[in-house]
């Protein structure tokens, strides 16, 4: 798993305004924490969610709380809504839980989301299409959202490359 916060994250998170408030953000399957890292260095509160409790246990940061959960069942969602600033989700995606994730998210909150999508099954992992994302399918499960920055882009990281899908988008209801 990648330790390094992505560059979509980074650059998100630059053009997302600051209030001057302590905002809450949540690290949907935050893995290793790389985003979650990043975001308490960047002055949130940080709620890092994961299924593996080993994950969770190997990474620490101010202001970050550590929520041990299975985040696809869809009635055992462990957020109340409207909470979240922000929700970061990389490199994860199961479709069924975007309502779960757009009711978390206080109305001026902010969702960044970057996945695998179509093509990527070219480079290597994951190859299941149920993980991946079509064309302009991350536009049709964000459509509640005020779009800001949308792409679907092959990066390159060293010598490997990825295909992904990427968003930022604005809770404006
Ligand atoms: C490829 S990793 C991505 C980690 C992190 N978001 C990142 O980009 O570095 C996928 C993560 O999803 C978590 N995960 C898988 N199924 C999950 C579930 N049902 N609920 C919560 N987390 C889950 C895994 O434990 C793993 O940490």
Redesign the pocket.
């Known amino acids: 798993?990648?330790k390094k916060a992505?560059n979509w994250v980074k650059f998100c998170i630059s053009k997302i305004p600051k209030n001057g408030k302590k905002n809450i953000a949540m690290?949907?399957?935050?893995?290793?924490g790389?985003?979650s890292i990043f975001l308490s260095k960047n002055g949130y509160k940080v709620i890092s969610?994961?299924?593996?409790f080993a994950?969770l246990k190997s990474f620490h940061g101010k202001n970050i709380l550590k929520v041990q959960?299975?985040?696809?069942?869809l009635l055992a969602w462990p957020f109340k809504n409207n909470i979240f600033d922000l929700v970061v989700?990389?490199?994860?995606l199961?479709r069924r839980i975007f309502s779960n994730i757009e009711n978390s998210i206080k109305k001026d909150g902010y969702l960044i989301y970057e996945t695998f999508a179509e093509g990527q099954q070219k480079f290597g992992k994951p190859r299941n299409k149920k993980f991946l994302l079509k064309k302009n399918e991350l536009l049709t499960l964000t459509k509640n959202l005020k779009l800001i920055f949308y792409e679907e882009i092959k990066v390159k990281s060293g010598k490997t490359k990825f295909v992904k899908s990427r968003i930022l988008c604005k809770n404006v209801r």
């Open positions: 798993m990648i992505s690290d949907l399957a935050c893995g290793l790389r985003h969610a994961d299924l593996d994950f959960a299975d985040l696809e069942i989700a990389t490199n994860f199961n």
